[in-house]
């Protein structure tokens, strides 16, 4: 993997972690612009909120668990606020501020009731956050 990101930033592509077509409900609503993130909000889902970039490694890994993950439940959305550019263009965007703390991706999972379950890189306890929540319904 380490290689393949190495070969694309030698050629200066980074390919879009979104970009493959799954089923499940997932929609870019950001290549870089600001969001208010109440608003993109899917009402009565689940919705995790995708904070991550092209060049950034751990952000594909945390795209691919949770397109699989949105396909498995159709009561979760995925919204993604992708930073474009390369590395030192995208920070110029204040993703330290999208992302709090200016780690990438940067994963916010809300409940079908608005509040906010989880805040952080990890898809894995995003994840399991969604399935304790949905439990409790």
């Given at each position: 993997m380490?290689?393949?990101?190495?070969?694309l930033?030698?050629?200066?592509?980074?390919?879009?972690?979104?970009?493959?077509?799954?089923?499940?409900?997932?929609?870019?609503?950001?290549?870089?612009?600001?969001?208010?993130?109440?608003?993109?909000?899917?009402?009565?889902?689940?919705?995790?909120?995708?904070?991550?970039?092209?060049?950034?490694?751990?952000c594909?890994?945390?795209?691919r668990?949770?397109?699989?993950?949105?396909?498995?439940?159709?009561?979760?959305?995925?919204?993604?606020?992708?930073?474009?550019?390369?590395p030192?263009?995208?920070?110029?965007?204040?993703?330290?501020?999208?992302?709090?703390?200016?780690?990438?991706?940067?994963?916010?999972?809300?409940?079908?009731?608005?509040?906010?379950?989880?805040?952080?890189?990890?898809?894995?306890?995003?994840?399991?956050?969604?399935?304790?929540?949905?439990?409790?319904?």
């Open positions: 380490l290689l393949l990101f190495s070969a930033l030698a050629a200066g592509t980074w390919p879009d972690p979104w970009a493959t077509q799954g089923s499940g409900d997932v929609e870019i609503v950001s290549t870089g612009q600001a969001v208010e993130l109440q608003e993109i909000l899917v009402q009565d889902k689940f919705t995790v909120i995708d904070i991550g970039a092209s060049w950034c490694s751990p594909h890994d945390a795209a668990a949770l397109r699989g993950y949105a396909e498995q439940h159709p009561d979760t959305a995925i919204r993604v606020v992708s930073l474009e550019g390369e030192h263009q995208s920070m110029a965007l204040d993703a330290a501020a999208l992302a709090e703390r200016g780690v990438l991706p940067w994963l916010l999972v809300y409940g079908p009731d608005g509040e906010r379950i989880y805040g952080g890189p990890n898809s894995d306890k995003a994840t399991k956050k969604l399935d304790r929540a949905r439990r409790k319904l």
